[in-house]
C-alpha cells in the first residue's frame, strides 16, 4: 500500500477514534519499496488540498524521508518548486510498505502488513 | 460500453467470482444519468481536491479496478483516489492484481487511469478516519441467511482448507436476516465516513432486501440526504431482482 493511505487511516477500535492520538498511526519496522511512476503533478497539486499535512510530517519523519515543512505549501509555491514537488512525488505516489506493522498511538495495537495489505481485522478482545 | 477489467488470474474457489450484480454496478456507474451527477459534483472545476473512492468488499476487484481505469470518461478527472476493502485477504491480493493489471493496458495505450493506494483488510469502513471518502461503492453479502457468517479475525494461516474457502465464499453472500445485516451496518456508517462537501454511495440491494423499507430508513436521517434508485436489472422479475440506491449529501456547496 502507498504511504498515502495512511492519512486516510485510523485505529479500528471504537474507543480510540475520538482520540487525537490514535491518527496517523505509526509505521514500526516498516520495508519500503519504490515503484517508478511518470511524473503527475496534477495529481499531487489536487491531493494537497485533502492532506492532513501535521500527519503527514509525522509519518514523512517516522518513515525517514526528509523533513517536510511545517506548513504545506500553497499551490502557487508548489508549482515552482521543484524540489519539493519531486519529494512529495517519491513519498506520496512511488512509495509503498510491503512488510511491517502499523501502531495506535492510543491503545498501542498493531495492525500487521504482509505483502502490502494491511489488516486491521481486529482480535475477539477488542471488537 | 467501457471494457470490464480481465479477472482470469482470480480464485474464484474463495473469492466471488463476478456476477449479475457486480455488471448491474459497472453498467449503472457508467450510465449517462450517472455520469452527468458525478462529473456535476466533481468535475476539477476550480482545483477542488481530488476525490477519494472507497469499494467496500473488493472481492475479485472488478469494480474497483472498472472505476480507477474509466475515472477519466466517469468522473470526468484522471486525479482520482481509490482504495479498497474487503474481509477475506485472498480478495485484497486479487484486487490489487486486478487494478494494476488494467492500469498497466491503459498505460501502455497512453491512456490515463485513477491513482490506487491500496486494499485494506477490515471489516466494512473500521479502519478508516471520519469524512475522507467522496464515493462509496458496495455490492453487499445481500442474501438472506438464517446466520451471519462470522468474520475472520486475522489469524494467519496462509495454508487455507476447504472449510475456510467456503467460509470466505459465505461471506460474499450471506447477509443475514433479510439479506441486510451487513448492510445494515454499512448504511450506518455513512453519515461518519462520507465526506461533508461531497459524500456519495452507491449500495446493491436485491428485492428480497425491502429495498422500499431501506430507502423509508434513509429518507428519515433528514435534511441534508438524499436516495434514489439509480439502476436496476428490470428484466428478470425473479427472487433476486437487483437494483442500485445512490444516497448522497444534498448541502454541496
Ligand atoms: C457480493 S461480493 C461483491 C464482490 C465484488 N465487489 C463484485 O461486485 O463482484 C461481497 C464482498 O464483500 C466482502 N465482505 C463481506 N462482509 C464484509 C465486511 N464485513 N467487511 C468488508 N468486506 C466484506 C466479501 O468478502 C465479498 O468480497
Redesign the interface.
Known sequence: ??V??L????C?VKAC?STSTS?PLHPKDCELVSDTIEP?A??I??????IDWNALITTASELGFPTLPALPPT?DELESNEKMMSELHTLL?ET?ISEGSLVCGNCGHE??IK??????????HLV | MLPTPSTSHVAFERIYEPAEDSYLLLDTLSSENEKLFLQNRFR?AS????P?VLEVGTGSGVVLSFLNAHSEVILGR??V?T?GID?N?FA??AT?QTVIVAQQELTAQNLSHG?Y???????LT?????G?VDILVFNPPYVPSPELPS????EDSTQTSFEDDSRLLALSYAGGVDGMETTERLLASLPEILSQQRGCAYILLCAQNKPDKVKDGIKRWGAGWAVETVGTSGKTGGWEKLQIVRVWRTDVK
Not at chain 1, 497539486?45 to 485533502?50: Q, S
Not at chain 2, 468474520?151 to 486475522?154: S, T, Y
Open positions: 500500500m502507498k498515502l493511505t492519512n486516510f487511516l485510523t479500528a477514534k491518527f503527475n496534477l495529481l497539486l489536487n491531493i494537497l488540498p485533502r499551490r505516489l509503498q495492525y500487521k505483502e502490502g495489505i494491511a489488516n486491521f481485522l481486529l482480535p475477539n | 476539477a482545483h477542488s481536491p481530488s477519494l484522471p486525479d483516489l482504495i474481509v485477504k485484497c491480493k490489487e491513482f493506494v491500496g486494499n485494506v483488510l477490515g471489516d473500521s479502519s478508516l478516519k471520519a475522507e468474520l475472520p479475525l486475522g
